[in-house]
């Protein structure tokens, strides 16, 4: 689902329509009311229930009256390197917390068999 959000205009009245390689799409669209911002302006928010192709342009149009020509917005499907940094920091504090929590969970069963986790044998072999 890609999400457009319009915020900060005036007047109220706004267009915001899909487009899938230039040709407006109507289905799988749903656009809230303009809502006030609270400070004279407003926003609002289109969805487009979306199954990407390979090859296929979609973009965000926005007709407003302080716009000389539509703001288009064309959606790019790669992530930013900000986005990927963010992406391997959280998937690393993830492997990490679950590396700990698999550590501490070996830890408590051990000790609560009674046992030292770091535990040796002594073995007497008599000739």
Known sequence: MLVCGVYSFYPKTIKVTWLRDGQEVTSD?????ELP???WYYQVHSTLEYT???GEKISCM??????????????????SEAERNQLAIG???LILGLV?????????????RGQNP??????IINN
């Open 29 to 33: 669209v749903t656009t809230t009311e």
């Open 91 to 93: 998937a690393s504090g």
């Open 62 to 79: 926005v007709e407003h009256a302080s716009l000389k020509e539509p703001l288009i917005t064309d959606w790019n499907p790669s992530m």
């Open 37 to 39: 911002d609270g400070d």
């Open 118 to 123: 770091f535990r040796t044998d002594l073995i």
């Open 52 to 54: 990407p192709r390979s």
């Open 100 to 112: 700990l929590s698999l550590a501490g969970f070996i830890y408590y069963k051990r000790k609560a």
